[in-house]
Nanobody, 126 residues
Framework: QVQLVESGGGSVQSGGSLRLSCVVS????????MGWFRQAPGDERERIAV??????????RYKDSVKGRFIASLENANNTLYLQMNSLKPEDTATYYC?????????????????WGQGTQVTVSS
């Protein structure tokens, strides 16, 4: 049974930092996508970062709005996905979700991810 359990959200002032964690258990695939998504009230959910794994090779991609400020990483030793968020802005306020899904070798990530965390709220005040 695959489970993703998130932690690390909270409230911070503009310019501050937060780190989100997502412990992944029971995920058996060698080729996969693990991503961070967010959804603000009234907005559609958007993918902001993804780690694509094709065997031992990894590629990390970011949405332009967070590039240079957020860092996604995956620590295999403790099966934890992280999102380090720096230079936070009020427009980063949203519920953040981690997600994981299987992918075909060297092909794109799926449009829909099969497994999701419970979500954690991030609020950035000006």
């Amino acid at each position: 049974q695959v489970q993703l359990v998130e932690s690390g959200g909270g409230s911070v002032q503009s310019g501050g930092s937060l780190r989100l964690s997502c412990v992944v258990s029971g995920f058996p695939y060698k080729n996969y996508c693990m991503g961070w998504f967010r959804q603000a009230p009234g907005d559609e959910r958007e993918r902001i970062a993804v780690i694509e794994a094709d065997g031992s090779a990894r590629t990390v991609r970011y949405k332009d709005s967070v590039k240079g400020r957020f860092i996604a990483s995956l620590e295999n030793a403790n099966n934890t996905l992280y999102l380090q968020m720096n230079s936070l802005k009020p427009e980063d306020t949203a519920t953040y979700y981690c997600a994981a899904g299987r992918k075909a070798y060297l092909l794109d990530c799926p449009a829909d991810y099969a497994f999701w965390g419970q979500g954690t709220q991030v609020t950035v005040s000006s």
